[in-house]
């Protein structure tokens, strides 16, 4: 399966972001080495800035597809050829809503407007995309319709767009198994997080026979963002089986940078990279933990670039304390131990902050010499 990231397209529409050149060349590579399969880079029809950055990723020489995001027109696509492209989404309307918004409804001259599109692009041996926009709210004879004009036509793949984020992953599921079973055109994936189900509804896609998922890292994107990179990504090595080569520290990088580049803080809650997500507090957790590392883990922290930690707090057990007791070479009694846990409970929920070690230390003392 393909991942197809669009950080530097549909991230960067995310309102208040802004890549520069740099920003844009370091995500590219950075993605790359995290296991990224294509790349949608830019808009090359939003002028010539957005085209010099285009000319400065493709100067990478990355050994992944490079793609960019236009509208089903002749000057967006001289736009993209005019950067080197070898490969183009080309977007169009394909719900009535939309349809009616951007063509008054004509679909003929959509139809005909993307047929001469291909045309071209097929004649300059470009690797072609068909953009549907809105196709969760589509008619799936209309988009039965789109897809045979683009395979007779040269269109290489479809692009099933939830570009509102209103579908639910056993629709999605329905709808991809249907449009693959036509055998027209390889599909991937366009999710939008509006109701917290982008990256559900792109693994849904796969399910049914999709064979390629756009993701922005951190879920970056338009509104409530996208399908997330790094999580598409993780459940196609853990959840799909796929030999996929993970390296920790790439990820991580790119997950920072794209962080950083974006001016986003990330929960730390965040699914595969936020900050507390190794962190067990609860005493059977910890117990669990202790003697069995994958007792309460879906995967190891390191596999991501992170660390397991144990945090001594209000729902903190035994277990914990003689953890980090034991780990400063202490050997605390039951008793101590049992005479520490009220006091631990009592402290932290008064100041909203767990204890470190240090003041685990001075507690033991305490509860010692008493």
């Not at 951007?102 to 679909?107: A, H, S, V, Y």
């Not at 683009?150 to 793949?157: L, P, Q, T």
């Not at 598409?232 to 090595?237: E, Q």
């Not at 390191?302 to 050997?331: C, D, N, W």
């Amino acid at each position: 399966m393909i991942i197809n990231d669009t950080t530097l397209r549909d991230g960067e529409q995310a309102p208040y972001v802004a890549f520069n050149t740099e920003e844009k060349i370091a995500i590219a590579s950075a993605l790359y080495l995290a296991g990224a399969d294509e790349l949608e880079v830019g808009i090359p029809a939003m002028g010539a800035k957005e085209q010099a950055d285009i000319k400065e990723i493709l100067a990478l020489d990355l050994p992944l597809r490079i793609m960019s995001w236009n509208r089903a027109t002749m000057c967006d696509l001289e736009a993209s050829l005019s950067c080197g492209l070898k490969a183009v989404d080309l977007s169009i309307p394909v719900s009535d809503i939309l349809i009616e918004a951007k063509f008054r409804g004509d679909k003929a001259r959509l139809l005909k407007n993307l047929e001469e599109v291909l045309h071209v692009s097929r004649q300059e041996g470009i690797f072609a995309c068909i953009g549907g926009e809105d196709s969760s709210r589509a008619d799936l004879g209309f988009l039965k319709e789109v897809m045979e004009l683009g395979k007779s036509v040269g269109a290489n793949r479809f692009r099933y767009c939830d570009t509102v984020g209103i579908m639910r992953p056993h629709q999605i599921y329905e709808h991809i198994s249907y449009l693959t079973s036509l055998n027209l055109l390889e599909i991937e994936m366009h999710t939008h997080n509006d109701f917290g189900m982008a990256t559900a509804n792109a693994i849904s896609g796969l399910e049914a026979g999709a064979m390629s998922v756009n993701t922005t890292v951190i879920g970056l994107g338009e509104r409530a963002g996208n399908a997330s990179f790094e999580q598409v990504l993780m459940s196609l090595a853990h959840l799909f089986g796929e030999e996929r080569i993970i390296n920790p520290d790439a990820l991580k990088h790119v997950v920072q940078l794209v962080e950083k580049a974006s001016n986003q803080s990330i929960s730390a809650a965040m699914p595969i990279v936020g900050k507390n997500i190794f962190s067990h507090e609860s005493g059977i957790h910890v117990n669990g933990m202790i003697k069995h590392e994958k007792a309460y883990e879906a995967f190891a922290p390191q596999s991501v670039g992170m660390t397991r930690s144990y945090p001594i707090g209000k729902h903190s057990g035994s277990s914990t304390l003689l953890f980090h007791l034991r780990a400063m070479g202490y050997e605390p009694e039951n008793e101590v131990i049992n005479k520490m846990l009220p006091q631990v409970r009592e402290m932290v929920t008064n100041r909203k902050k767990v204890l470190n070690k240090k003041e685990l230390k001075a507690l033991y003392i305490a509860s010692k010499a008493g």
